[in-house]
């Protein structure tokens, strides 16, 4: 079991910034990589970001790689994803997965958190 816990979310303007965690607990904390996922209601669960074991190499959708960042820092077995410039179209329920394959696909992911809330006020 590799529990994850997000933190981070809220209520934010649009233009604003957040800055969402995704601790890791369990062990071995650093053999996976992390990946960000956001599901609106009445959507599909959408893909936002990946970032590799190391935090060397990260991957982001085409509607957040101008605007969003992952970075990890294993020494307090957490993952960011850095927000700016939100949009209300980024209003989902965001949470974080588990993987040891480097992947965009949600049946890749072994683990999930719970999810926190970001909702962007036009």
């Known amino acids: 079991q590799v529990p994850l816990v997000e933190s981070g979310g809220g209520l934010v303007q649009a233009g604003g910034s957040l800055r969402l965690s995704c601790t890791i607990s369990?062990?071995?904390?650093?053999?996976?990589?992390i990946g960000w996922f956001r599901q609106a209601p009445g959507e599909d669960r959408e893909f936002v970001g990946v970032?590799?074991?190391?935090?060397?190499?990260?991957g982001l959708a085409a509607s957040v790689k101008d605007r969003f960042t992952l970075s990890r820092d294993n020494a307090k077995n957490t993952v960011y994803l850095q927000m700016n410039s939100l949009k209300p179209e980024d209003t989902a329920l965001y949470y974080c997965?588990?993987?040891?394959?480097?992947?965009?696909?949600?049946?890749?992911?072994?683990?999930w958190g719970q999810g926190t809330q970001v909702t962007v006020s036009s």
């Open positions: 970032i590799t074991q190391s935090g060397t190499t990260t």
């Open positions: 369990g062990r071995p904390r650093d053999m996976y990589a």
């Open positions: 997965g588990a993987t040891s394959r480097f992947s965009s696909e949600g049946r890749d992911y072994e683990y």
